[in-house]
């Protein structure tokens, strides 16, 4: 079982910048790929980025690539999410989860921390 709590969400200027963080428990993390997605009003909720277990792999969803930077620490068993020249569009509740190895689905959530990039 794990179970993550996110942090750092906030309101800030189109252009500035936030550092998500993202704690998770349980001894498992470091064997987990980690995804941060995003959920706006009236939209379904989307994928921004994603870390391999050792962090040797990213991906990141075409509208933030050059601006977020997904990363890890294993030993504090923390995933982070670099956002950088914010705009109005990425305002969303903003959730990280967990990928168990030689699984597809991310089967564990985080309860989400809001963003909100005013113009």
């Known amino acids: 079982q794990v179970q993550l709590v996110e942090s750092g969400g906030g309101l800030v200027q189109a252009g500035g910048s936030l550092r998500l963080s993202c704690a998770a428990s349980?001894?498992?993390?470091?064997?987990?790929?980690m995804g941060w997605f995003r959920q706006s009003p009236g939209k379904e909720r989307e994928f921004v980025a994603s870390?391999?277990?050792?962090?040797?792999?990213?991906y990141y969803t075409d509208s933030v690539k050059g601006r977020f930077t997904i990363s890890r620490d294993n030993a504090k068993n923390t995933v982070y999410l670099q956002m950088n020249n914010l705009k109005p569009e990425d305002t969303a509740v903003y959730y990280c989860?967990?990928?168990?190895?030689?699984?597809?689905?991310?089967?564990?959530w985080g309860q989400g921390t809001q963003v909100t990039v005013s113009s």
């Open positions: 349980g001894r498992t993390f470091s064997s987990f790929a």
């Open positions: 989860a967990a990928q168990a190895p030689a699984r597809l689905d991310y089967d564990y």
């Open positions: 870390i391999s277990w050792n962090g040797d792999n990213t």
